[in-house]
Nanobody
């Protein structure tokens, strides 16, 4: 059973938009942090955006002003609204959930931006 499940990836033309969702099925503490990371071929996995349980957000400089992270605590779900997509945003996007009991990753969802 996957404890963290992402959805919403796909292919889009440059300048387009996509919305990713990530739902965690495990118990979450008040101190949990959920976030999106991405990894392109032959590169490291980097932070895209993260959000704490009380809504504090962090963004990578490369996505500021284009991507918005949000969460619905009642659904244990976070979202990543991506606009103004660029070919360099092409990657597998992973959801990460951090709780006092450990860290859990999703399996990832592919985002491809066509030029």
């Amino acid at each position: 059973q996957q404890l963290v499940v992402e959805s919403g990836g796909g292919s889009v033309q440059a300048g387009g938009s996509l919305r990713l969702s990530c739902t965690a099925s495990m118990r979450l503490s008040n101190g949990n942090v959920m976030g999106w990371y991405r990894q392109a071929p032959e590169t490291q996995r980097d932070l895209v955006a993260s959000i704490t349980a009380n809504g504090r957000t962090t963004y990578a400089d490369s996505v500021k002003g284009r991507f918005t992270i949000s969460r619905d605590n009642a659904k244990n779900t976070i979202y990543l609204q991506m606009s103004g997509l660029k070919p360099e945003d092409t990657a597998v996007y992973y959801c990460k959930v951090v709780t006092p009991w450990g860290t859990t990753w999703g399996q990832g969802t592919q985002v491809t931006v066509l030029s």
